[in-house]
């Protein structure tokens, strides 16, 4: 069994980072900074989602690498958002603090939608960065994107963030109304999670 320590204690996102690993085969532990006795991580002020995603993975890996302290697990950060083309691009790396620093998801969406009162173009797209560090040290990163739209109304009552408004016609849904498994499948996490679990699998030979 693999260890793997996520940089984040974002419940949502522990569970799909879960479902991941199980769908990919993975016999895998995951536990989060705060299981491992770490405070609040810097602030995320890079420009990208790459910038954001390093942060979260080197503070904790410094943390865990600490006094006598020696990491024996990978590290796992994602750093993610939504980019609307009329908005050029925003609200991008500031996704979750679009409302404010403390906004909730319903206070970012009502103001995205306020933004795009009367705009006839709602293009968008979904993207996620990740940053891997090995036990050895090594620094790895993917990331994945999906492109779709935003919808005035929302939809479905699962998912988090800007998933009820935000719609993939591959599936003619919102995210907020993926079943888990098509959510994973198609999804900018599901896919950049995708490719950091090959990684890991290659780091370790193959051998799971």
């Known amino acids: 069994m693999i260890k793997v320590c996520i940089a984040s204690n974002n419940r949502n996102k522990i569970k799909q980072f879960g479902e991941i690993f199980s769908e990919k085969n993975v016999d895998a532990e995951l536990f989060t900074a705060k299981d491992v006795g770490m405070g609040d ?8 989602f790459y910038g ?9 890996y410094d943390f865990m690498n600490s006094g006598d302290c020696k990491c024996d697990c990978y590290i796992l950060a994602d750093d993610s958002g939504v980019s609307v083309d009329a908005l050029g691009g925003a609200p991008g790396v500031h996704s979750a603090r679009f409302a404010g620093e403390h906004a909730t998801d319903e206070e970012n969406n ?3 939608q306020e933004k ?8 968008a797209h979904y993207s996620c960065a990740v940053t891997l560090i090995t036990p050895a040290g090594r620094i790895m990163c993917t990331g994945g994107r ?17 998933d009820p408004y935000f719609y993939y016609e591959g599936y003619g849904k919102t995210f907020a109304e993926l079943t888990s498994d098509e959510r994973n499948a198609i999804s900018h996490r599901g896919r950049a999670l995708g490719k950091a679990v090959e990684l890991i699998i290659a780091d370790i030979g193959g051998d799971i």
Do not use: Q, W
């Not at 795009?116 to 293009?123: Q, Y």
């Not at 999906?146 to 800007?162: A, K, L």
């Open 41 to 48: 991580f810097p602030p995320e002020d890079g420009t990208t």
């Open 52 to 60: 954001n995603s390093f942060i979260k993975a080197k503070a904790l």
């Open 110 to 112: 009502l103001l995205l």
């Open 116 to 123: 795009l009162t009367r705009v006839s173009n709602r293009a």
């Open 146 to 162: 999906v492109d779709g739209e935003i919808i005035s109304t929302p939809r479905g009552h699962d998912g988090f963030g800007y």
